[in-house]
């Protein structure tokens, strides 16, 4: 997809005053930091088992290229091919030669993130072949002409009106011309039409949320079967992963498995978590003819030994999202690119620039829930902090903004001049507010007065109260 | 130069490497070597016949129906009950499977079954196990000749014939069993770990169930004398 990062406060201005934006998102807020909290605290271990996730991670990004060597030599030995691919375009055209080989009209796809990264679907469709979403959330996008707004709810923000509108709109020519609005009857129907493309489609493509060296095998978890049915039906099963998602053993996989779903969705297992390794065997009854891998890279080897390192460990559970103010309050769109919140703020100026994505790593409170709940324990805040650095360092920031804040900076390191220009300031303020006790606008600040009043000082700064209370103030 | 050795190229530089590292590949062997499982909770860690019944409680809370018999001689009989009670026609698909010969099918002759894999017009598929792990409530089965995948996935209703023995306490019981079956790194096509009948929360994060899978699984849990 083309970003529309750069345009941020655009973004998060219409997000505001959207009022069905608004009312998903209150859902989304109460409903999965509840499930997660409650998850957690139903096992006793759950702490310590993200300390050994993190650890599998951590020793699987020090040894990165040995085991994607083993992973594939397996996949090999089984019957399967890797297809090493560097950037988005390499992995489209690797996907539309296993497509053309056989002559694949329509291709039915489980929920990818790294497919949106590569922006798959309007290539595959300029290409002749039409891609079929089959994940619920996937296909309501697909029919609004939309991108995800959440990496686990991609239609998160869609209402239940929304999704019967859509559906009345696009089902007609299915016969459907009742306009439904249930939504048990909603799933229902969308059920009975996807079914027939399960069995038509030529190939199915499917994510991984892990790929395991030892075995060879590649993991997907989901709820609703989709990627099973896409990934068993066809005769071709194409996997598409980025490269971090290696971990070395089966045991390992268990460990994060663990951790995975209560920190997404709050249950202790996702209905369905299922290993796929080379195609069928020869006297199996059922499966794909052929096993493919696509493996894209996409600028994450050169994150390897940076500060950006810490980033590979992300699972795309979607925990720093759910529990984000600032996600809560202009959701997904607003980010403008594929990872939205803050696993996007950190990685998205990364891999689409940070000239595009320099709104994003300011688009935080630094309130550290992210942190906090992410399984793998990323320190989102800290590699936000990393990006604000680099976009004034680099001059990507706006000129006025650098300047305030070399303004703020030369201040900031002279004490004596920060406490005399913060007891003018503070009396200037205190008497002029003495009336009111608020300010309802203040010249240059007139982007934070618009929502809120800004309570008048009472004159003496902390520092000041401090000092006459015998406090130390400095040495 | 391929794009293979591209990236592989960037990952050594990035990591610092260059050339073969002797100690590097070591720590990579060892770890692949070992089996040793990481931290496992110890929720399951209990004698064999609790395992059992934290299985059934935990599978119930999954909305997973669970079905106790007293031996394979029931098993026709409550396949029956189960179609009766959901008003489902007597025909179910079933897995070919030599495990599920020792059924006596015949004491039920109005059960009409066919076996193979799942077709679009099947209405119930009906599988054994191959473990189904305490901790969690999930069903493992494994893909063959004898179990075809689909069976788990396309019928709107799955009834899986589960022995007592085969309840196991955690994922990593479950991979030790498949090892000392098949031999180390030898995986079957598909393995699937199920908790629950499928289910989605796409539209207003209200909780549906039947998505894509099936709209309900059902357990005929035989008591064959392990536990």
Known sequence: ?????????????????????????????????????????????????????????????????????????????????VHWCETPRDARNA??????????????????????????????????????????????????????????????????????????????????????????????EAREILRQKYFDADVGITGANFLIAE?????????????????????????????????????????????????????????????STGPKRPEDLDGP????????????????????????????????????????????HTYGWVYPGPIGAALDPHLIGLEEARHLPNASTFCGRCEEVCPMRIPLPKIMRHWREQAFEHHVSPSPERFAIRLWAAIAKRPMLYHLGTRIAMAVLGRLGRRRGRFASLPLAGGWTGGRDLPAPEGRTFQAMWAARGGRTGR | MSGRERILGNLKRSLGRDGLDVNAVAAVERRLASRNANLVPKRAARPHAEQVDLFIEKATALDITVARVGGLADVPGAISDYLAEHNLPSEIKMAPDPALDGVPWADRPMLKITRGRAEISDAVGVTPAFRAIAETGTLVTVSSADRPATLNFVPDDHVVVLNASQVIGTMEDMWAGLRADRGDGDMPRTVNMISGPSRTADIQLTLIKGAHGPRRLHIVLVDDGAA
């Open chain 1, 1 to 81: 997809m083309q970003p529309t990062s750069h345009a941020f406060k655009q973004n998060a201005k219409r997000a505001m005053v959207d009022t069905p934006l608004q009312e998903s998102l209150r859902r989304l807020e109460t409903g999965f930091t509840a499930a997660r909290q409650a998850a957690a605290d139903g096992l006793p271990e759950f702490e310590d088992l993200r300390d050994e996730a993190r650890g599998i991670k951590n020793h699987v990004l020090e040894h990165l290229d040995l085991y994607l060597e083993r992973f594939e030599s397996r996949v090999t030995e089984k019957g399967g091919q």
């Open chain 1, 95 to 188: 996907i539309l030669e296993i497509c053309r080989k056989v002559g694949a009209r329509t291709v039915t796809k489980g929920k990818s993130m790294v497919a949106e990264e590569i922006a798959l679907n309007p290539f595959l469709e300029e290409n002749g072949i039409e891609p079929v979403e089959t994940d619920l959330g996937e296909y309501i996008i697909q029919l609004a002409d939309e991108p995800p707004s959440h990496i686990i709810g991609p239609a998160v923000h869609k209402t239940k009106d929304q999704v019967s509108d859509l559906f009345h709109e696009h089902h007609q020519k299915y016969g459907k011309t009742e306009r439904i609005e249930e939504p048990e009857a909603l799933v229902a």
């Open chain 1, 215 to 275: 075995t060879g095998s590649t993991v997907i978890v989901t709820n609703e079967g989709n990627g099973d049915l896409t990934q068993m039906l066809p005769r071709i099963h194409i996997v598409v992963a980025s490269l971090e998602k290696i971990v070395p053993t089966l045991e390992d996989v268990s460990t994060i498995l663990r951790v995975l779903a209560r920190s997404a969705t709050g249950q202790e297992m996702s209905v369905y978590t299922t290993f």
């Open chain 1, 289 to 332: 003819d052929e096993f493919h891998v696509v493996l894209l890279d996409n600028g994450r080897s050169e994150m390897l030994g940076t500060e950006l390192q810490e980033l590979l460990r992300c699972i795309r559970c979607g925990a720093c999202m759910n529990h984000c103010p600032v996600y809560h309050a202009v959701g997904g």
